[in-house]
DNA sequence: GCATTAACACGTA
DNA sequence: TACGTGTTAATGC
């Protein structure tokens, strides 16, 4: 399976920030969570930056210098590559922020987080997250439940990485990407074609292509040109598919 | 048997 | 035109 090409050696926060847009601030859930003071301190660090398709927004190894937010695009975290295969963990969508976990340890970055697609990103410098987390009560439970979130997300990954069914793996796939607390913002309707859905579940495009028509032909989804809708969410999750054995 | 790569025609932005 | 989709054929585990 061919992967994206790496434009640029670098990462986007480093070398291509600017201030976020009235529009952007928009797009970040937990500035609601947050009094006047405390969001005038967070708008006033908050950077963006424009990433290209195979652009790195985060390096593995490298200290941590960002607590990360999707804008709009999409993102994948995935493993260090030089020891072994690239290994996908999981789909950012627009609205899903990550990282929190390497920023309250003040460590080294433990993924790489990559652009599938045009995408722009904003970033929370550590010592702002830091004196939010030590200040605000909105922050920290906004940080809390996406903790908590992250949890049962894992749990649910290491279930989905047993399957060996790939029409339920694009499924369940499908539905960590339509998370509603981490991704608030997807709503009914992903952009996604399905070769980048392809690079996130870790099949051809082809036979992710046959999985969305039985999905498709199940009614938990329907397939648009560039995107598909999510019909059933529930389903997705959890749904079985029968093995037509007679 | 099933998934993958390669290749193609066709439709859409 | 460039890209995304849907399909088929050949190949590999």
Redesign the pocket.
């Known amino acids: ?2 992967l994206p090409k790496i434009s640029r050696p670098g990462t986007v926060l480093r070398e291509r920030k600017r201030a976020p847009t009235e529009a952007e601030l928009a797009e970040i859930p937990w500035l609601q969570s947050l009094t006047p003071p405390e969001r005038e301190r967070a708008v006033a660090a908050l950077v963006v930056g424009d990433a290209e398709a195979g652009d790195h927004i985060c390096r593995f190894g490298r200290p941590v210098t960002y607590w990360f937010g999707l804008v709009d695009g999409l993102l994948k975290m995935s493993n260090d590559d030089s020891q072994g295969p690239v290994i996908t963990f999981t789909g950012v969508a627009p609205g899903g922020w990550f990282g929190e976990g390497t920023v309250l340890k003040h460590e080294q970055y433990r993924y790489n987080i990559t652009a599938l697609r045009k995408s722009r990103v904003a970033g929370l410098p550590v010592e702002t997250f830091d004196w939010l987390l030590d200040h605000s009560i909105g922050f920290n439970r906004f940080v809390m439940h996406q903790l908590n979130e992250r949890l049962g997300q894992f749990i649910a990954a290491r279930e989905i990485d047993r399957l060996n069914n ?1 029409d339920l793996r694009v499924a369940r796939n499908l539905a960590a990407l339509f998370h509603p607390l981490l991704s608030p913002n997807v709503g009914g309707v992903l952009r996604i ?3 980048e859905l392809a690079y996130l579940v870790g ?2 495009r ?2 992710v ?1 046959q999985a ?2 039985t999905l498709s032909a199940k009614g938990w989804i329907r ?1 648009d ?3 598909l809708r999510v019909l059933n969410l529930v389903a997705l999750r959890s749904g079985v598919l029968d093995d037509g054995v007679p």
């Open positions: 399976m061919q790939p074609t399905q070769q099949l051809s082809q036979r292509n969305l028509t397939v040109y560039g995107g």
